[in-house]
């Protein structure tokens, strides 16, 4: 997709977007309500004409060709199954609509529904099954035509947390397994880092940063992609001690980069250290969130093990980020 533009009621919805994908890739579209990201897909599977701008496959431009000829396969988050077929029958009605010989739509079918492990379930109807059967059974539906590109509008999110995890975690060695090229809509940030090569964090329209998970968390591109994804601490670089202080920025730092610091002394050459105060302990499953706060007002996050003592509310304590874990984003 080259240089997208759409405009809806007036107000811009995609603004100079450019994205690519690689055969075999997986990208997610991360970002909040409204920012573009279904608008985005909908375009790419024609369902939602562009002001300005191209889409390619393969080479061909497919801006102006109907839905139906773009070989683009989608998984919407409600399943959309015909509920009068059954799980084999929605599987090879793809392949049979195109006009491929039933002999090897039931071949397709069968592969699938191997691949997807619901073979014994093939000939159910899909009110009878699971919320994670039905989600397997529209991908596999989806995936039949042996699609260029594989398009999913936040495909787990209507599934309880017991279900989500090992579904996605299904679906990505799928993926590998096929070499599927596949555009991901949510706004689940775990969800994303966990089931792309790489993330395109959008906001009103516009891709702020589209890169992979791991540069993510080491560089994201300015502040607003930081406070995002979630996963940073942040400080005012006028408030902190010593060399850090600085004007017109802030240091960010992975949340986990942050530790108890038993020095009484001020931040030395290879650490900030930072005065705060308790405010809560926020018991997770995996950990406990301190929630601390700076002089400058500023929040931070430290993780601890949940056998860890937690003290008082109100506790002065201080804290360090090594020098090597900082980063320094302009305003």
């Known amino acids: 997709m080259h240089r997208a533009r759409l405009a809806l009621g ?5 603004q100079d977007i450019d994205l690519r994908l690689a055969r075999g890739e997986v990208v997610a579209l991360l970002g909040a309500s409204g920012c573009g990201k279904t608008t985005l897909l909908r375009s790419i599977a024609g369902l939602q004409a562009l002001d300005a701008g191209r889409i390619e496959i393969s080479g061909q431009d497919i801006t102006t060709l109907p839905a ?3 070989d683009i396969g989608m998984v919407f988050q409600h399943y959309a199954l015909f509920p009068n077929l059954t799980v084999r029958e929605n599987i090879r009605f793809g392949p049979l609509a195109r006009g491929q010989e039933a002999a090897l739509a039931d071949a397709r079918a069968d592969e699938l529904l191997t691949l997807i492990d619901l073979h014994p379930l093939a000939d159910r109807l899909p009110q009878q099954l699971s919320g994670g059967q039905r989600q397997r059974v529209a991908l596999a539906r989806a995936l039949a035509t042996r699609p260029t590109l594989l398009l999913m509008d936040e495909p787990f999110s209507a599934l309880d947390e017991h279900f989500r995890l090992p579904l996605r ?3 990505r060695r799928l993926q590998r397994e096929l070499g599927q090229s596949c555009l991901i809509v949510t706004h689940d940030r775990e969800e994303a880092f966990e089931l792309a090569d790489r993330v395109a964090v959008m906001f009103n ?3 702020a940063q589209c890169a992979s998970p791991r540069e993510l968390r080491r560089a994201p ?3 607003r992609v930081a406070d ?3 996963m940073f601490n942040r400080l005012d670089a006028r408030t902190v001690e010593g060399p850090w202080r600085r004007d017109g920025g ?3 730092a992975p949340t986990e980069a942050l530790a108890l610091d038993d020095a009484v002394t001020a931040s030395g050459s290879d650490r900030m250290s930072i005065p705060v105060t308790l405010r809560a302990c926020y018991p997770g499953q995996q950990r406990v969130a301190w929630e601390l706060e700076t002089p400058g007002g500023e929040t931070l996050t430290l993780w601890r093990d949940h056998d860890t003592p937690e003290p008082a509310p109100g506790t002065p304590l201080r804290v360090a ?3 090597s874990a900082l980063r320094w984003i302009e305003d």
């Open 10 to 14: 007036g107000r811009a919805v995609l």
């Open 68 to 70: 139906r000829h773009r």
């Open 169 to 171: 975690r299904q679906f």
């Open 205 to 207: 329209g516009v891709i």
């Open 221 to 223: 591109a300015n502040r």
């Open 228 to 230: 995002f994804l979630g």
């Open 250 to 252: 802030h240091w960010i």
């Open 321 to 323: 980020i090594a020098e």
